[in-house]
T-cell receptor
Framework: TQLLEQSPQFLSIQEGENLTVYCNSS?????LQWYRQEPGEGPVLLVT?????EVKKLKRLTFQFGDARKDSSLHITAAQPGDTGLYLC???????????FGPGTSLSVIP | ETGVTQSPTHLIKTRGQQVTLRCSSQ?????VSWYQQALGQGPQFIFQ???????GRGNFPPRFSGLQFPNYSSELNVNALELDDSALYLC?????????????FGEGSRLTVL
């Protein structure tokens, strides 16, 4: 059974601080995505990583896919209040498989 | 905006009733997936539809059923509602045979069962 775990579950930081959230699994994933979800809205895709060891940057966000394609991390530099939201990792074990989600990390950035 | 629209946005039902939720997928997408998201949790996969047929199902009972129409829009039906069915129901569209499984979500339908 596929299972994605995320840590920490909750994170509250001051504006300007850096943070890292983690996504882990015992399964190998063919691809992994990160989404951000704001209250009352659906998740919005941030990035997809496919290759083991891959690093992608999106402005102040840096995403890394583990070498073994079992884990991923999201690092935010100089967090801003607009970064507040639920960060979800999601993946599929094989191409064209269903996408499963982790439980999310709820981030609150305090001005 | 993703171009995925869901209706209704909010609804209240009582136990034992039935509900139908609707979704219009993004232009060019031919696959629809439905997820249930309880408060404070990640989305849980219900099922996926492609070419009007169910293609993959999560751990949900048969009283959760769906349809996909020729224009790729979709419905989620839940019979015999239970209190635990209260959740945000998310529809996501995607392209079948895309190399990676990116999903494009609507804003969801918030169901409350009393």
């Amino acid at each position: 059974t596929q299972l994605l775990e995320q840590s920490p579950q909750f994170l509250s930081i001051q504006e300007g601080e850096n943070l890292t959230v983690y996504c882990n699994s015992s399964s190998v994933f063919s691809s992994l995505q990160w989404y951000r979800q704001e209250p009352g809205e659906g998740p919005v895709l941030l990035v997809t990583v496919v290759t083991g060891g891959e690093v992608k940057k999106l402005k102040r966000l840096t995403f890394q896919f583990g070498d073994a394609r079992k884990d991923s991390s999201l690092h935010i530099t100089a967090a801003q209040p607009g970064d507040t939201g639920l960060y979800l990792c999601a993946g599929e074990e094989t191409s064209y498989d269903k996408v499963i989600f982790g439980p999310g990390t709820s981030l609150s950035v305090i001005p | 905006e993703t171009g995925v629209t869901q209706s209704p946005t909010h609804l209240i039902k009582t136990r034992g009733q039935q509900v139908t939720l609707r979704c219009s997928s993004q232009s060019g997408h031919n696959t629809v997936s439905w997820y249930q998201q309880a408060l404070g949790q990640g989305p849980q996969f219900i099922f996926q539809y492609y070419r009007e047929e169910e293609n993959g199902r999560g751990n949900f009972p048969p009283r959760f059923s769906g349809l996909q129409f020729p224009n790729y829009s979709s419905e989620l039906n839940v019979n015999a509602l239970e209190l635990d069915d209260s959740a945000l129901y998310l529809c996501a569209s995607s392209l079948w045979l895309a190399p990676t499984g990116e999903l494009f979500f609507g804003e969801g339908s918030r169901l409350t069962v009393l």
